[in-house]
């Protein structure tokens, strides 16, 4: 567990000390980190359970469903943007 | 006694949820990696480097980079702006872009088409103003004003180009203000400066007494500028009224006039603050003369090196045609015995002289028309030097001569 705090910690920093940079490449840097921890965090249970708790997971459904509704809006021409 | 925890069992569907989520994980990681090598590449130098981008990820910006450097290289940018507005269709920005392109190379359907589509998803001035700009161009003047006063509708800041493209597609004042403006007095007050500058002083004088009826503070840059060329052009009575209206409304602090019975001067007494337009002071700071109002007086100085000839402060007064004035101030000699030099004149808008102060201060005349200036002016008395000192003008009256 202290192994992928400090990855996480380091991959925040990362991300912070870069936000000022235009090309993607750093953001698509932070990305990969952020999906090679959750890899690495998977494989390291070997298979015995999902290895996020169950509410830190109810609370990113909950942010996953806005997400989730842009393209039937934006399909519907109804999104948000369309006022600017 | 201590006991352990069973260990959960690695069953066949447990698995199954962990390797497919490494599969999306590994898919997204691989996305990431291919949207960073297509961002670089898109922003290359060469338009080939520009091309394998949106052959790696298809993408609306990416299209976009690759327009701007067909375009830097004097290629066709349209279909790479036709891909990203067909890619991203609620972005205006595209729309707008591809619009003006294709009407530069004569696809005017699609020009039209795209700006409209633009106009519709935006609720911004920009993509209005150039759809009538497009419709000006086409000489379609239905068109044009029906966007035109949508744009008026919204617009913010200044609109003065949009009003000089009604007026060059239809130059009448009063249909235009009926047809093609919002009735926002941010627009009102923009139109009446434009009225001004065109010297179209009839349909202005119509526009600021409506706008002095209930004038606020926003409203005084545009009343005062059509003051200014309204006098300029020898019109004093709706200054008159509209500058008596600003006066009675305490949004100026001067008296107001009233050129049949002679209260033709603005702040005599120079206890007011520096307005510098309509009927107040404007004060002539040239090369070795300074004015400052200063505890009701003028102070004048001047550094002994000014120009034999040079005007120091004058106002316009609105007179009756006619009517006999006397004007009366004291000169007062600061750090100098006698400020020999200074004195009163009197133009016409024509620049011709009326009248010139022979002593002391007091000037008679007979006002030629209704809209003179008076001036205070240095010109170096023959066998003198040049005045070097600080004068004081206090005190400066206009009445009728008795």
């Known amino acids: 567990m202290k192994g992928a705090a400090l990855g996480l910690a380091i991959l925040l920093f990362f991300g912070t ?40 997971l109810a609370a990113a459904c909950c942010c996953a469903v806005p997400a989730s509704l842009a393209p039937p809006e934006h399909g519907a021409g109804a999104d948000l943007q369309r006022g600017s | 006694m201590r006991t352990e925890a069973p260990q959960p069992v690695a069953s066949p569907v447990r698995i199954l949820i962990h390797c497919s989520i490494l599969l999306v994980l590994a898919v997204a990681a691989l996305w990431a990696g291919r949207l960073a090598w297509a961002d670089h590449l898109s922003r290359g130098s060469q338009v080939a480097d520009r091309q394998r981008a949106v052959r790696v990820a298809p993408g609306a910006s990416l299209y976009e980079r690759l327009a701007e450097k067909i375009e830097e290289t004097g290629g066709d940018p349209l279909p790479a702006l036709a891909h990203a507005a067909e890619l991203d269709p609620a972005n205006t920005e595209y729309r707008m872009r591809l619009g003006l392109r294709a009407e530069m190379a004569g696809q005017f359907d699609v020009a039209e088409r795209n700006l409209l589509a633009a106009a519709r998803l935006s609720r911004l001035y920009q993509p209005r103003y150039l759809l009538a700009q497009y419709y000006f161009r086409r000489q379609n003047a239905d068109g044009f004003f029906q966007w035109a006063h949508a744009a008026f509708d919204i617009a913010y800041g200044d609109v003065l180009p949009l009003l000089d493209l009604c007026w060059r597609m239809r130059p009448e004042p009063e249909w235009l203000r009926a047809h093609a403006l919002s009735t926002r007095p941010e627009i009102a007050r923009q139109y009446l400066v434009f009225l001004s500058r065109r010297r179209q002083i009839e349909a202005a004088e119509v526009l600021a007494r409506q706008l002095s009826e209930s004038a606020v503070a926003a409203d005084l840059p545009a009343l005062l500028e059509f003051c200014d060329r309204s006098l300029a052009a020898g019109r004093p009575a709706h200054p008159v009224e509209v500058w008596n209206r600003l006066c009675m409304s305490r949004l100026l602090p001067f008296e107001e006039l009233d050129p049949a019975t002679g209260a033709s001067l603005t702040d005599g007494s120079f206890d007011r603050g520096a307005l510098g337009q309509g009927f107040d002071w404007r004060l002539n700071d040239t090369d070795g003369v300074t004015s400052r109002r200063m505890k009701g007086e003028l102070r004048v100085t001047f550094s002994g090196r000014q120009a034999e000839w040079c005007a120091v402060a004058w106002q316009y007064l609105a007179t009756r045609p006619g009517g006999s004035y006397r004007l009366r101030s004291e000169f007062r000699g600061v750090d100098i015995d006698s400020p020999d030099g200074l004195c009163w004149k009197i133009y016409d808008l024509a620049g011709r002289r009326v009248a010139a102060e022979t002593s002391g201060g007091n000037l008679t005349f007979v006002a030629p028309s209704d809209v003179l200036v008076l001036m205070l002016s240095y010109q170096r008395p023959m066998g003198s030097p040049r005045l070097a000192g600080t004068v004081a003008v206090a005190q400066v009256e206009l009445g009728i001569a008795r």
């Open chain 1, 17 to 56: 000390l870069t936000l000022w940079v235009e090309e993607r490449l750093a953001w698509s840097l932070f990305q990969l980190g952020a999906f090679l921890l959750a890899g690495w965090r998977l494989v390291k249970m070997r298979w015995r359970q999902v290895p996020v708790p169950f509410w830190p």
